[in-house]
């Protein structure tokens, strides 16, 4: 339908602007939970049309920042807007637009810039402003490190994260149940199907909601805080391995000439030791004098035979020439490594590391993530320049060249990565990237970014990588249910329901109620509670109704929660 043709008439719908890979995704969802949705699209794979037209979309073929298009995608009488164009400026100029028509209506704006979608949040009053990059970052990062992670949050101050954790036959959550789990752990369970009497065994998968900190030491995933709290508690640990960082990424030829002189000086201590009749310390004394030509001439072997002669002069040629060849590659080293810090490019670790390939949107904020946990990254793009090149060489290695290449992964040393995430905008190149990386790096983590979910599916299911994610299915139900419900905080679908996690203040009516009798009241569950820690009443911190003091306390009006809505997902 064009906007020149007659408007028909809409009530109660979602308007869907932009039907790109976002747009089309959430567009799909809310047509699964049953809401009716008016799409506003230039232009978009036909495919794409024909499949939200199938699925009982409408569709309109216009520019959104049109008013007379608006007018007639119904917005009079819209339930909600979502500008999800693949352009931050027409998803700002259609939110304006909408809120200068309707000032109450609640608007859900695509943006990459989180700074400036928090000042729209604040100022324009739209509800929430999403980047499908920055909610799609966090589940990519922590699906290099081992761990799926369904949806991140704030609260606080403080970080949160809901993820599936596996039940190991030694893990501290064997033989626990889900009450127990939440008082000795400080965590939600948000299997709504599980039996909460019933223990968790090994091999069960548990959705956990919790602090970071408390979700990465159930899941297994090492902490920077934790690292640097160990280092701190035994100096000679930390010493040993910052001692090994230095040993791994020296040059291999460094390496070979250091224990080339260790093995000679070893065994010249013993030929000495015994054909001079010197004790331990004095033979140490005279190899180290001999290789380093200081030859003080207080030791000498001319009272010795002709073989320890012989010996001795082969030890100072050696001694002599490998010191030389030792100290130039020192030198070398040394020198590259301070312009290398002088000019902000750090090294390419020799092992352990993750490599990104595909610094766009979406890969920038995986690098991101993964350095703020701490992680040694090497971002490696076809083509990495300006401020964003001049960032990333602040924090970690960067690696100019196409990623489908093998050359250019061995640049990235792939082949000791823990983990390669192929992270462009072309499914076939990541597909791509991921194979090879599999084929260079047997041992390490693949996880690749497609956009097709059967694809992802059968990628998986073929064991050609280890995860295949889709940014844009990851983040739809943040931008779903930031249209259907205030105080959003996350969300996540998983075949049977759309589960959302929203902050509520509790009523004046349930003053004094408990959290389970508050829940009931509001129709939703109560998984954390904001406690005053303060007398000035700062809320300092969010913990679950039973999961420690003062524990399920009666709840005051006004008091913030958090709760779990789930609304069903009919398959299909």
């Given at each position: 339908?064009?906007?020149?043709?007659?408007?028909?008439?809409?009530?109660?719908?979602?308007?869907?602007?932009?039907?790109?890979?976002?747009?089309?995704?959430?567009?799909?969802?809310?047509?699964?939970?049953?809401?009716?949705?008016?799409?506003?699209?230039?232009?978009?794979?036909?495919?794409?049309?024909?499949?939200?037209?199938?699925?009982?979309?409408?569709?309109?073929?216009?520019?959104?920042?049109?008013?007379?298009?608006?007018?007639?995608?119904?917005?009079?009488?819209?339930?909600?807007?979502?500008?999800?164009?693949?352009?931050?400026?027409?998803?700002?100029?259609?939110?304006?637009?909408?809120?200068?028509?309707?000032?109450?209506?609640?608007?859900?704006?695509?943006?990459?810039?989180?700074?400036?979608?928090?000042?729209?949040?604040?100022?324009?009053?739209?509800?929430?402003?999403?980047?499908?990059?920055?909610?799609?970052?966090?589940?990519?990062?922590?699906?290099?490190?081992?761990?799926?992670?369904?949806?991140?949050?704030?609260?606080?101050?403080?970080?949160?994260?809901?993820?599936?954790?596996?039940?190991?036959a030694r893990s501290t959550l064997a033989g626990l149940t889900a009450a127990a789990t939440e008082r000795q752990h400080q965590v939600v369970v948000l299997d709504e199907a599980r039996d909460p009497a019933t223990p968790l065994a090994a091999g069960d998968v548990v959705t956990l909601l919790g602090e970071q900190a408390r979700f990465n030491a159930l899941s297994g995933v090492t902490t920077p805080a934790a690292v640097a709290s160990a280092a701190?508690?035994?100096?000679?640990?930390?010493?040993?391995?910052?001692?090994?960082?230095?040993?791994?990424?020296?040059?291999?030829?460094?390496?070979?000439?250091?224990?080339?002189?260790?093995?000679?000086?070893?065994?010249?201590?013993?030929?000495?030791?015994?054909?001079?009749?010197?004790?331990?310390?004095?033979?140490?004394?005279?190899?180290?004098?001999?290789?380093?030509?200081?030859?003080?001439?207080?030791?000498?072997?001319?009272?010795?035979?002709?073989?320890?002669?012989?010996?001795?002069?082969?030890?100072?040629?050696?001694?002599?020439?490998?010191?030389?060849?030792?100290?130039?590659?020192?030198?070398?080293?040394?020198?590259?490594?301070?312009?290398?810090?002088?000019?902000?490019?750090?090294?390419?670790?020799?092992?352990?590391?993750?490599?990104?390939?595909?610094?766009?949107?979406?890969?920038?904020?995986?690098?991101?993530?993964?350095?703020?946990?701490?992680?040694?990254?090497?971002?490696?793009?076809?083509?990495?320049?300006?401020?964003?090149?001049?960032?990333?060489?602040?924090?970690?290695?960067?690696?100019?060249?196409?990623?489908?290449?093998?050359?250019?992964?061995?640049?990235?040393?792939?082949?000791?990565?823990?983990?390669?995430?192929?992270?462009?905008?072309?499914?076939?190149?990541?597909?791509?990237?991921?194979?090879?990386?599999?084929?260079?790096?047997?041992?390490?983590?693949?996880?690749?970014?497609?956009?097709?979910?059967?694809?992802?599916?059968?990628?998986?299911?073929?064991?050609?990588?280890?995860?295949?994610?889709?940014?844009?299915?990851?983040?739809?139900?943040?931008?779903?249910?930031?249209?259907?419900?205030?105080?959003?905080?996350?969300?996540?679908?998983?075949?049977?329901?759309?589960?959302?996690?929203?902050?509520?203040?509790?009523?004046?009516?349930?003053?004094?109620?408990?959290?389970?009798?508050?829940?009931?009241?509001?129709?939703?569950?109560?998984?954390?509670?904001?406690?005053d820690a303060t007398s000035s009443g700062a809320v300092q911190d969010w913990t679950a109704p039973c999961a420690g003091p003062p524990g399920d306390a009666p709840l005051r009006a006004g008091q913030q929660v958090l709760c779990a809505l789930r609304q069903a997902l009919p398959v299909g």
């Amino acid at each position: 339908m064009s906007a020149a043709s007659g408007a028909p008439t809409f009530s109660g719908h979602i308007i869907v602007c932009g039907l790109g890979r976002v747009g089309y995704r959430l567009t799909l969802l809310l047509l699964r939970l049953g809401e009716k949705v008016v799409v506003i699209n230039q232009a978009a794979r036909e495919d794409w049309l024909r499949a939200a037209r199938a699925a009982g979309a409408e569709i309109i073929t216009g520019d959104a920042r049109s008013a007379a298009t608006l007018a007639l995608a119904g917005l009079a009488h819209a339930r909600a807007v979502i500008a999800a164009t693949n352009h931050d400026v027409v998803n700002i100029e259609t939110a304006l637009d909408a809120r200068q028509q309707r000032p109450d209506l609640p608007i859900v704006v695509r943006l990459f810039d989180r700074d400036l979608g928090g000042m729209l949040e604040e100022r324009l009053g739209v509800r929430r402003a999403l980047g499908s990059s920055a909610l799609a970052g966090p589940t990519l990062a922590y699906a290099a490190v081992g761990e799926e992670v369904l949806a991140t949050l704030t609260l606080g101050g403080r970080p949160f994260v809901v993820g599936r954790v596996r039940v190991e036959a030694r893990s501290t959550l064997a033989g626990l149940t889900a009450a127990a789990t939440e008082r000795q752990h400080q965590v939600v369970v948000l299997d709504e199907a599980r039996d909460p009497a019933t223990p968790l065994a090994a091999g069960d998968v548990v959705t956990l909601l919790g602090e970071q900190a408390r979700f990465n030491a159930l899941s297994g995933v090492t902490t920077p805080a934790a690292v640097a709290s160990a280092a701190a508690a035994t100096p000679p640990r930390a010493t040993w391995s910052a001692l090994r960082r230095s040993w791994s990424n020296a040059p291999a030829a460094l390496r070979v000439m250091f224990l080339f002189l260790l093995v000679l000086i070893c065994l010249s201590v013993l030929v000495f030791s015994f054909g001079m009749r010197l004790s331990l310390v004095d033979a140490i004394y005279y190899v180290v004098t001999t290789v380093t030509t200081t030859g003080y001439g207080d030791i000498t072997p001319k009272e010795n035979g002709a073989f320890l002669k012989l010996y001795a002069s082969l030890v100072m040629l050696i001694g002599s020439v490998t010191m030389a060849i030792l100290y130039a590659f020192a030198t070398d080293f040394v020198v590259s490594e301070r312009f290398r810090k002088v000019f902000g490019q750090p090294t390419v670790p020799k092992s352990g590391h993750k490599v990104v390939v595909g610094v766009g949107n979406v890969g920038y904020r995986v690098v991101d993530e993964l350095l703020a946990a701490g992680r040694a990254v090497v971002a490696v793009d076809l083509k990495i320049e300006g401020e964003l090149a001049a960032a990333l060489r602040q924090r970690c290695s960067v690696v100019a060249g196409d990623g489908r290449v093998p050359a250019t992964l061995e640049a990235a040393n792939v082949a000791g990565a823990a983990a390669v995430v192929a992270a462009t905008g072309d499914d076939a190149a990541n597909l791509a990237v991921g194979l090879h990386a599999r084929r260079l790096a047997p041992h390490a983590r693949v996880v690749v970014r497609l956009f097709d979910p059967d694809l992802a599916r059968k990628v998986e299911a073929g064991g050609l990588v280890d995860v295949a994610l889709s940014p844009s299915r990851v983040a739809a139900p943040a931008f779903v249910a930031a249209a259907l419900h205030e105080g959003v905080q996350a969300a996540f679908a998983d075949e049977t329901s759309l589960c959302v996690l929203a902050t509520r203040r509790v009523p004046a009516d349930c003053d004094g109620l408990s959290a389970a009798e508050v829940g009931r009241r509001l129709g939703a569950r109560l998984v954390l509670v904001a406690r005053d820690a303060t007398s000035s009443g700062a809320v300092q911190d969010w913990t679950a109704p039973c999961a420690g003091p003062p524990g399920d306390a009666p709840l005051r009006a006004g008091q913030q929660v958090l709760c779990a809505l789930r609304q069903a997902l009919p398959v299909g």
